[in-house]
């Protein structure tokens, strides 16, 4: 295929790649030069006096941050749609249809109106009926952009080099006419600051032609830079002409003629050329609305063209010509809708209108592109990438709703009007023919993953105890399966080498084998010989990876997931990419691995901590130290100045972990200022560092780094950072153990009867675990409600600490308390745990204890465990009306266990 032609996915068709810089520019510029200068100067002045062309300048300033993130966007998504296309991939066909739909009748009555505008200028030259002249000049534009976007882009050209010599003109003559004297006096800001910024709002749709070229992107030759180029060019251009035109204008028509003129061109010509020079100003502004017109009809038609594509509107609209290769029926559509428009609407209030929703859309660009960086998605790689990330996009961010602010009511009436419609298509149409998700969605909690067991994209896969997943970012893809094959208990590995697309319609071509995956095929062939081992490999193209992980490891069984660690990036804390997701739901232990080149592995540094993972990173360590024949040191960090009973109960913590160890270990007690730094320096003399996964939640993980990651980063070794699911978290410390024996015991030892409450009448998580403080404290020596209630946050935030059934196992680790506790507490109404699946629970079984006393809180669990699973705990506590019958049921049911 011709490189100048792009394929339609969905019908087979090509649009003609033919747009070159200067179209862009053209189309751009077109979209701009019309109603914003040729129209709405005079109207602009009224609400701020002679600074109304610092308003232009304040509105194009605003408009730059969507100019630089659209220019990104349409450099990763050059196709048809524009805005749509980026809204859509980013926060779904919901969003999509809103977005595409708004800008498709905020554009077409923009157009519309450009149409009806002529009227003003035709005037000055004969008396003529505005309707029927405005719909000639539709059905003649309609057929232009049917025949070709080739002959609108040479027309827009040769319309914007008219236009801007013509500006440029008027610029050269009026400005040695200007009243200097004008600009120096009170009338220079005749409604303060904020009516400054309100005529901001209000010339602000004067550029939201800027990014329009974005939509047409798919017909534009070499679009990764022609795009960009042209689009930042044309702003910075018209943002120049637009202020120094509408000074001359402000410095040299009176102000009370200024203000009523709704031909402020014309009248800014005659007033300083005569006569003559007024009626070449109408002309150029006959063409120059005629040429808006034609490029908002290019641009527009292509959102429902695209939106046709991915099943949001019906699929006769992305039928493309045979000869003229654009998409006719869109274009026709569109033309038809303005017809209406222009016959039956107020068109002029209606656009001013959706001029709101336009700087919605900018306002979301800015986000999407954060979100789309932020969120590690693969298949994003725009050519050209925004200057000054991510400050740009939070400038375009405030400044587009402070405008947005100080436009009022107009502002939410317009924004109403343009996403109704959009709305009840999707729900009565799109939601039925298509089931794709945003790339926001798939950040979200998704409860079609965590509720559901799917095998659809796995079936070939046969099971194997450690799935990898690939996804391009692997220093060496075969030091990555090399651990995986480390630890594997059945020497079965599946390798997925994950290729993310954009949409379906790409996944053929994606899945056609490219040099990469027969590299890793052959060079994973040859490990699985060498190891004696069997490697699955499989090449996936998938548009959900988070999904076709997730269906991966339920079809395999898999007792762990590896992936390469990736590192974090500034503002990923605020988004959470499909792979934290993963982190928080996968059903399997997960492992994050950082390779720093070591080829031998005989000495592992061991960084556990008091939580759900320290089980598991024990004794993950405990089997690679046998499988390598390396050494085990378990290291602690302690402040210069701690105390004794504190430096203590950390040793006593670490000895507790090194028992459920087989083979011989090590202990390294780290004193210093830093942990950072302490850890790293230790990690020089080791080859692979364990540790356990960082918190899920909590408000610390959003603005802080947390150390798992800072240590990850600087570690001079090799760094495997593993999560155990909640299903999993005693299943470790159970296969150390062979026996419980002494469990039940335990557990009526350490029930503290005073802490046993039921039917406590509270709503919310934050209440519960303020009672249950309370509680703990008013039976505990030397700790404080305070305390008690941090420490259970701090395990919380960890990892949320329900397990099904409507009970949850809160834990506080607490050095000042005196042996671990027990207590129980349930609840008159199940309360919303913010648990990933929204279930509610009413049990809850607390242990607080100190971090030596490790060994026994997993006793203590792991009791527990066993009698919810082989008694009738759980529904018999639900009807125990005080503590007294609590008591009953936990000895009876200690009693059906048999210890």
């Given at each position: 295929m011709n490189q100048q032609e792009k394929q339609n996915p969905t019908t087979g068709k090509t649009l003609d790649r033919s747009l070159g810089l200067f179209s862009v520019i053209g189309i751009s510029i077109g979209a701009m030069l019309g109603s914003g200068i040729f129209v709405l100067p005079g109207l602009a002045a009224a609400k701020t006096g002679h600074s109304v062309w610092l308003a232009y300048v304040i509105a194009g300033m605003c408009a730059l941050p969507a100019a630089f993130s659209k220019s990104e966007l349409a450099t990763a998504m050059p196709t048809s749609g524009g805005t749509y296309i980026y809204i859509d991939r980013t926060f779904g066909p919901y969003a999509g249809t809103i977005a595409g739909m708004g800008l498709w009748i905020s554009l077409l009555l923009k157009s519309a109106f450009a149409l009806v505008g002529l009227g003003a200028y035709l005037s000055v030259f004969a008396s003529l009926p505005l309707k029927p002249v405005a719909l000639t000049a539709l059905a003649a534009i309609v057929t232009l952009n049917v025949m070709g976007v080739k002959k609108v882009g040479r027309i827009q050209i040769f319309v914007v080099i008219l236009a801007l010599l013509s500006m440029g003109g008027l610029i050269a003559i009026g400005l040695p006419k200007v009243d200097w004297a004008l600009f120096q006096n009170n009338t220079q800001f005749s409604h303060g600051t904020t009516g400054l910024l309100a005529t901001a709002a209000f010339v602000f749709v004067s550029y939201a032609g800027v990014t329009k070229a974005a939509a047409v992107a798919e017909e534009v030759y070499k679009p990764e830079s022609t795009l960009p180029l042209g689009i930042i060019f044309s702003l910075i251009l018209v943002t120049v002409v637009y202020a120094l035109v509408v000074l001359v204008m402000s410095g040299t028509i009176p102000m009370d003629e200024f203000v009523q003129t709704g031909r402020p061109v014309y009248d800014l010509a005659n007033s300083i050329g005569g006569k003559t020079i007024g009626l070449a100003g109408a002309l150029l502004g006959v063409i120059t609305m005629t040429s808006m017109a034609n490029a908002g009809i290019l641009a527009s038609s292509r959102f429902p063209f695209a939106m046709s594509r991915d099943a949001l509107v019906p699929p006769q609209l992305s039928k493309v010509h045979a000869r003229f290769g654009t998409p006719i029926v869109a274009v026709v559509a569109t033309g038809i809708l303005m017809a209406a428009a222009i016959i039956f609407l107020n068109v002029e209030k209606l656009a001013k209108l959706a001029s709101a929703f336009v700087i919605m859309l900018f306002v979301i660009e800015s986000v999407t592109v954060i979100v789309l960086r932020e969120s590690s998605v693969q298949w994003y790689k725009p050519s050209y990438k925004s200057p000054l990330y991510p400050f740009t996009q939070v400038f375009g961010i405030v400044s587009g709703l402070a405008l947005l602010a100080v436009m009022g009511l107009d502002a939410l009436l317009g924004?109403?009007?343009?996403?109704?419609?959009?709305?009840?298509?999707?729900?009565?149409?799109g939601r039925k023919k298509t089931k794709r998700k945003g790339e926001l969605t798939k950040m979200s909690a998704r409860t079609d993953l965590a509720?559901?067991?799917?095998?659809?994209?796995?079936?070939?896969?046969?099971?194997?105890s450690v799935l990898v997943s690939l996804f391009g970012n692997e220093r060496s893809p075969e030091t990555i399966v090399e651990m995986g094959i480390a630890l594997s208990k059945n020497n079965r590995v599946a390798?997925?080498?994950?290729?993310?697309?954009?949409?379906?319609?790409?996944?053929?071509?994606?899945?056609?084998?490219?040099?990469?995956?027969?590299?890793?095929?052959?060079?994973?062939?040859?490990m699985a010989e060498d190891k004696k081992v069997t490697i699955d490999f499989h090449p996936v193209a998938t548009h959900d990876s988070a999904k076709t992980v997730h269906t991966a490891s339920d079809a395999l069984k898999s007792d762990c997931l590896l992936l390469a660690w990736g590192g974090r990036?500034?503002?990923?804390?605020?988004?959470?990419?499909?792979?934290?997701?993963?982190?928080?739901?996968?059903r399997c232990n997960l492992g994050f691995f950082k390779d720093a080149g070591v080829r031998y592995i005989r000495k592992i540094l061991v960084f556990a901590e008091p939580g759900p993972h320290d089980v598991l990173v024990v004794a993950t360590a405990d089997h690679l130290a046998k499988l390598f024949n390396a050494t085990i040191t378990f290291v602690r960090f302690v402040q210069s100045d701690v105390s004794a009973p504190i430096f203590q109960s950390q040793t006593n913590y670490v000895d507790e972990l090194r028992h459920l160890c087989q083979g011989k270990t090590k202990v390294r007690m780290l004193r210093g200022k830093s942990l950072y730094s302490a850890i790293t320096e230790e990690t020089q003399y080791h080859d692979l560092l364990v540790l356990g996964a960082p918190p899920d939640s909590g408000i610390k993980r959003l603005l802080l780094q947390n150390k798992e990651d800072t240590i990850t980063e600087q570690a001079a070794c090799s760094v495997l950072r593993l999560r155990?699911?909640?299903?999993?978290?005693h299943a470790e410390f159970r296969q150390s153990r062979e026996s419980i024996t002494n469990t039940t015991t335990s557990i009526r030892h350490w029930l503290i009867p005073e802490c046993v409450q039921t039917n406590i009448k509270v709503r919310k998580k934050e209440e519960l675990f303020t009672q249950i403080a309370k509680s703990f404290a008013a039976q505990l020596d030397g700790v404080t409600s305070q305390q008690i209630e941090k420490a259970l946050w701090e395990r919380e935030n960890t990892q949320n600490t329900s397990v099904g059934r409507g009970l949850a196992l809160p834990h506080a680790t607490i050095d000042e308390?005196?042996?671990?506790?027990?207590?129980?507490?349930t609840t008159a109404d199940p309360i919303d745990y913010h648990t990933a699946t929204g279930d509610k629970l009413d049990i809850f079984i607390v242990t607080v204890g100190p971090s030596s006393e490790r060994h026994r809180h997993l006793e203590l669990l792991a009791g527990v465990a066993q009698m919810v699973l082989e008694t009738d705990l759980i529904p018999e506590l639900r009807t125990a009306r005080d503590a007294d019958q609590a008591l009953a049921v936990i000895r009876s049911n200690l009693l059906k266990t048999g210890k």
């Open positions: 924004l109403a009007s343009i996403i109704i419609p959009g709305v009840f298509l999707y729900f009565f149409y509720l559901a067991h799917e095998t659809d994209d796995t079936e070939e896969i046969q099971p194997a390798v997925q080498d994950i290729t993310e697309i954009q949409d379906s319609h790409m996944e053929s071509q994606a899945l056609r084998a490219d040099p990469r995956q027969r590299s890793l095929e052959r060079r994973f062939a040859a990036a500034t503002l990923g804390r605020f988004f959470r990419n499909p792979y934290v997701w993963l982190a928080a739901h996968v155990t699911p909640k299903s999993k978290i308390v005196d042996g671990t506790k027990l207590a129980m507490f």
